[in-house]
Structure formats: structure tokens, C-alpha cells
């Protein structure tokens, strides 16, 4: 069994696998980060690695506490991933953004792909069916949004997620909600078409905390996978152990 653990900017997302199978998920803060791993061990002692992607400010120290019970793998940019990496600044691309790359390319061999994942951020990551890692795009997320909308000026106030009744919003509230929620929708749409027009086919996989909420509410037809990371962060460390 493997436990995969993936630090974002908000919130620590984690998976124990068994194989290619999600045994069990977890939620939980960064406070919360060596309690909870414990907890998870204790429960699942058949653990022999523990696998982390880390774009938050949690270091690989934070998981030298396990040392002793299981493998730490913390990835880097030094590890092998199943992608070329075309971006002019390979080093400063995210590591869940690598991460989610290598999950498509290994998932969906030989074609596009396009990964959407709305979370904290929107990041937007293109790999073509050559197995090139093209970069994308980086953009605010849905929350990211209402906080700075409050945040940035004197007299809007923050707002928790709720659905738009019109793209026209008749309130200050509703304004918001509209700019906030449809805007983040257009965006996406947006960016989808682009990419159709510019390439004749290719897969879309949509995830992230806001992917379900946001599956429903697109022009295009997509299924979301809120798992796809941790998926992937399992896939990508099978693919280091095959390749190293
Ligand atoms: N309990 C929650 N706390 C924070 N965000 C939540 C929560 N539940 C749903 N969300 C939604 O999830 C989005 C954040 O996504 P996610 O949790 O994937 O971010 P993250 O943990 O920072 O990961 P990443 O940095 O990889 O995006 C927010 O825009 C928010 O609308
Ligand atoms: C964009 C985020 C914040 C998304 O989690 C992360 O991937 C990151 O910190 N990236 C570094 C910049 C880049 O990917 O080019
Ligand atoms: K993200």
C-alpha cells in the first residue's frame, strides 16, 4: 500500500492505494498535517511508502517524522516524469501541475490532452500526443476570487459560493456572484473552444475542489475526477520505481 499526499495551497488532499485502487481519502488543514498522517498509519500499517507533491510551504521535513515507518518519496522537478518538458522555465512549473501532466500521459496515451484543474488556482496544462509538455495557463479560483473582490476594495463584501440567477445581477450580491461564478465559467469555455479551434482532438480531464460544481455548469460536456491528482501522484511514482 502507498499513501500519497498532496500539499495545495489551501487544504492537504491525501489517498491510501492499493494497486491502481483508492483504498480511502482524506481532507484535512496543514495545522492538522502530522496528526492526521499518524492517524492514517496507524489504520493502514501495510503502508510501505508514503508519496508527496508539495506546492504549499510544507518541506520534505515535515514528513521525516515517518521516516522510520515507511519510505518517503517527496517529488522534485529532478524526478523522471513520462512527459517532455517544453515549458521555457521547466523549473519553476508547479509540481502538481508535473504531476497532473504525467497522470494524463500515462492515462491517455498518444493523444491531446488538456487538464483543467480549478482549485485554489485554475491551472490549465497541455500535453500533445507526442508526449510534449506544452505549459497552459494560470488564473484565479472561485474562492481566490471572492476573497479578492473583498479584499482589493472598501465596499464589496465577502461572499460565499452560491449559484448566479442571471448572468445579469440585479444587486451588489448577485453582481458578484455573476462576475465570480460565470465569469470563471466563461473563462473556461473560453479557453476550451480555444484550444478546439487550434487542435482537432483531444481529451479534456477536469478536477480540483470546484470541479464538480463546475462540471455541471459548462457549455462543453465533461466529466470531472476530483481524484485525478492523487491518482496521478500514485501513477507517477509506479512510473519512477519502472524508470529510475
Ligand atoms: N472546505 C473547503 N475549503 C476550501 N476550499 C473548498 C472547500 N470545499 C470546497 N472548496 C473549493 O475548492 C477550491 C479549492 O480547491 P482545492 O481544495 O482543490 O485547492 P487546494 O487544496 O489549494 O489545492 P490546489 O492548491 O492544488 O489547488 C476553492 O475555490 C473552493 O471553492
Ligand atoms: C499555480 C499553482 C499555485 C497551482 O497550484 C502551482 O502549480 C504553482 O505554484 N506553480 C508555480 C508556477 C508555474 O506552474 O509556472
Ligand atoms: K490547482
Do not use: W
Amino acid at each position: 500500500m502507498i499513501l500519497t499526499v498532496d500539499v495545495g495551497n489551501t487544504r492537504i488532499k491525501a489517498a491510501v492505494f492499493e494497486g491502481s485502487t483508492v483504498v480511502e481519502n482524506f481532507v484535512f488543514e496543514k495545522n492538522e498535517l502530522e496528526k492526521k498522517i499518524k492517524k492514517i498509519l496507524k489504520k493502514f500499517q501495510n503502508c510501505s511508502d508514503l508519496v508527496v507533491a508539495s506546492v504549499g510551504n510544507i518541506e520534505k521535513q515535515s514528513f521525516l517524522a515517518f521516516e522510520k515507518e515507511l519510505n518517503i518519496h517527496f517529488l522534485t522537478h529532478e524526478d523522471v516524469f513520462p512527459f517532455n518538458n517544453k515549458y521555457a522555465t521547466p523549473k519553476t512549473l508547479g509540481i502538481d501541475r508535473m504531476v497532473l501532466a504525467a497522470g494524463a500521459t500515462l492515462q491517455f496515451p498518444k493523444q491531446n490532452r488538456l487538464v483543467i484543474d480549478a482549485g485554489t488556482c485554475i491551472t490549465y496544462d497541455f500535453i500533445d500526443e507526442k508526449d510534449n509538455y506544452l505549459g497552459g495557463a494560470i488564473s484565479p479560483g472561485l474562492r481566490l476570487r471572492y476573497e479578492a473582490l473583498h479584499n482589493f476594495t472598501a465596499r464589496l463584501p465577502l461572499l460565499t459560493l452560491e449559484s448566479p440567477e442571471h448572468y445579469i445581477g440585479n444587486s451588489t450580491k448577485e453582481a458578484i456572484h455573476s462576475g465570480v461564478v460565470n465569469g470563471f465559467v466563461y473563462e473556461i469555455d473560453g479557453f476550451i473552444d480555444e484550444y478546439r479551434a487550434n487542435f482537432s482532438n483531444f481529451i479534456i480531464i477536469l478536477t480540483g475542489g470546484d470541479a464538480d460544481f463546475l462540471a455541471k455548469r459548462l457549455k462543453n460536456t465533461i466529466f470531472a475526477n476530483s481524484n485525478f491528482l492523487l491518482e496521478s501522484l500514485s501513477q507517477t511514482f509506479q512510473y519512477k520505481i519502472d524508470n529510475d
